[in-house]
């Protein structure tokens, strides 16, 4: 029998937030936008190619960047977008793959 080998508090509420990001449709068709390596795209562009306004995007967002799944760049007065690493993609991908299989 294996031991039990539970995660700590604090990395189980870290992970729980990572999660929430993946628990809106809307943040994950975000998410799915900025999957493909070297994805980076402004506000305006997310808002138009997704169907939705400019508030609405912006607000999803700022939840994604606070749970550090997307980075933000600044050019002028616009900043670009991009999933924050190659785990967050990977991680969208392989969730992708499961509920396809199912």
Known sequence: MSSLNPLDVESATTLAEFFTAMSDPTRVRIISALACPGAEFSVQTLAEGLGMTHS???HQLRLLRR???VRARREGRQR???LDDEHVAQLYHQ???HVRHS
Do not use: T
Request: avoid cysteine; proline fraction near 0%; hydrophobic fraction near 60%.
């Open 56 to 58: 609405a995007v912006s």
């Open 67 to 69: 749970l550090r799944v």
């Open 80 to 82: 670009f977008y991009a």
């Open 95 to 97: 969730g992708l793959d």
